[in-house]
């Protein structure tokens, strides 16, 4: 018995429901049903079907306003999980190693959500005094070297959309203005690394550098933590912000990342 093709084995109605997600694209944000019926060349009816379907398990969801239908938080999740498990995570693990190697200081890689950063993975020094390890932890983008420099190369519109309204001063060198933020970024996007100076937590200073993948989008962020005694301004310069810098395109590079 000859062996069946893969496309032998195709769902039609998963190949349909997987189109009706494509259809959300770049500037494509709500498309309503009678849109939809178009670019798929399907019936309304059986339009409404996938988007029913799809929108029982949160991959879609109805905007009661306009009565559109835009992407639900399950697509998100998923990327993030891809990210997480199949990407970025897989690729960074050894560079993160060779890091710590390099410099014995405790280094994270991290993902920007919602207004938070959250730490992926982590790789410890060995030194007693060290930085607790904050995995799985939310911390504010605003005051840490990771969230910073992913957020720096947004646009003030955008920036406007995404930072709180008010600022919570965590150190007494936490920046709680929005203008003085707005220049520091644009500081940290043209320098290409960020410096969390005792901003979160006292003694404790951090330096991270962003990760790009092969859409030239940031995806995430290395950063190197350590007291402040240990941290002088001398050795971050000549030695960590080179270090985080050359971590992050590493693995950027294997998430397909080209200069």
């Given at each position: 018995?000859?062996?069946?093709?893969?496309?032998?084995?195709?769902?039609?109605?998963?190949?349909?429901?997987l189109?009706?997600?494509?259809?959300?694209?770049?500037?494509?944000?709500?498309?309503?049903?009678?849109e939809?019926?178009?670019?798929l060349?399907?019936?309304?009816?059986?339009?409404?079907?996938?988007?029913?379907?799809?929108?029982?398990?949160?991959?879609?969801?109805?905007?009661?306003?306009?009565?559109?239908?835009?992407l639900g938080?399950?697509?998100?999740?998923?990327?993030?999980?891809f990210i997480?498990?199949?990407?970025?995570?897989?690729?960074?693990?050894?560079?993160?190693?060779?890091?710590?190697?390099?410099?014995?200081?405790?280094?994270?890689?991290?993902?920007?959500?919602?207004?938070?950063?959250?730490?992926?993975?982590?790789?410890?020094?060995?030194?007693?005094?060290?930085?607790?390890?904050?995995?799985?932890?939310?911390?504010?983008?605003?005051?840490?070297?990771?969230?910073?420099?992913q957020?720096?190369?947004?646009?003030?519109?955008?920036?406007?959309?995404?930072?709180?309204?008010?600022?919570?001063?965590?150190?007494?060198?936490?920046?709680?203005?929005?203008?003085?933020l707005?220049?520091?970024?644009?500081?940290?996007?043209?320098?290409?690394?960020?410096?969390?100076?005792?901003?979160?937590?006292?003694?404790?200073?951090?330096?991270?550098a962003?990760?790009?993948?092969?859409?030239?989008r940031i995806?995430?962020?290395?950063?190197?933590?350590?007291?402040?005694?240990?941290?002088?301004?001398?050795?971050?310069?000549?030695e960590?912000?080179?270090?985080?810098?050359?971590?992050?395109?590493?693995?950027?590079?294997?998430?397909?990342?080209?200069?």
């Open positions: 018995m000859a062996k069946k093709e893969k496309s032998e084995y195709l769902i039609q109605a998963v190949s349909h429901a189109d009706l997600l494509e259809q959300f694209h770049d500037d494509v944000d709500e498309l309503g049903v009678t939809l019926s178009k670019r060349k399907l019936h309304k009816n059986n339009v409404f079907r996938l988007l029913a379907t799809l929108e029982s398990r949160g991959y879609i969801e109805q905007n009661r306003v306009t009565e559109n239908y835009r938080l399950k697509t998100l999740e998923l990327g993030q999980i997480k498990q199949m990407g970025l995570l897989r690729q960074a693990k050894p560079i993160l190693e060779d890091l710590v190697k390099k410099c014995n200081e405790t280094s994270y890689v991290a993902i920007l959500k919602e207004q938070h950063i959250v730490y992926l993975d982590v790789v410890e020094t060995d030194l007693t005094v060290r930085v607790v390890p904050r995995v799985g932890s939310r911390l504010p983008a605003y005051c840490t070297a990771a969230g910073k420099i957020i720096a190369y947004m646009t003030d519109e955008e920036l406007d959309q995404f930072l709180p309204k008010e600022f919570k001063g965590y150190t007494s060198k936490t920046i709680t203005s929005r203008e003085e707005k220049k520091h970024l644009h500081l940290v996007a043209e320098q290409g690394w960020a410096l969390d100076n005792e901003e979160l937590d006292p003694g404790v200073r951090c330096v991270g962003p990760i790009r993948d092969y859409t030239r995806v995430g962020a290395v950063s190197i933590s350590g007291p402040s005694m240990r941290f002088s301004d001398e050795r971050i310069e000549k960590l912000i080179p270090l985080v810098v050359q971590a992050a395109e590493d693995i950027s590079t294997k998430l397909g990342y080209h200069k």
